[in-house]
């Protein structure tokens, strides 16, 4: 079965830094589309920022600037880097996988395997 798992999640103070990290499993073939997603109480999810086939990447544009999305293609993983965190930024965050292997990639893809999430508190 595919699992993603978030990890970096955590508190920090206004202007801090946080790094996420998603290790996806249970599939053979290396994917070139994954996303992270966020939601705060009360609020809709959303994306936060995709990246795709040659490390394209779609952001959320109240993260552009702050936020920079990488992968590992054949590590199965992805990361999030975080700086200059706001307390807006407070959230779930989720990492999810599109592995229809077609398609652009972005924050509206085929996006059908997500991972349990982990908080980020701003304060």
């Known amino acids: 079965d595919v699992q993603l798992v978030e990890s970096g999640g955590g508190s920090v103070q206004a202007g801090g830094s946080l790094r996420l990290s998603c290790a996806a499993s249970?599939?053979?073939?290396?994917?070139?589309?994954m996303a992270w997603f966020r939601q705060a109480p009360g609020k809709e999810r959303e994306g936060v920022a995709s990246?795709?086939?040659?490390?394209?990447?779609v952001y959320l544009d109240s993260v552009k600037g702050r936020f920079t999305v990488s992968k590992d293609n054949a590590k199965k993983s992805l990361y999030l880097q975080m700086d200059s965190l706001q307390v807006d930024d407070t959230a779930m965050y989720y990492c999810?996988?599109?592995?229809?292997?077609?398609?652009?990639?972005?924050?509206?893809?085929?996006?059908?395997?997500w991972g349990q999430g982990t908080q980020v508190t701003v304060s």
């Open positions: 990246n795709g086939d040659g490390d394209a990447t």
């Open positions: 999810a996988v599109d592995l229809s292997g077609y398609g652009y990639c972005s924050l509206w893809a085929d996006f059908r395997y």
């Open positions: 249970g599939y053979s073939y290396t994917t070139n589309c």
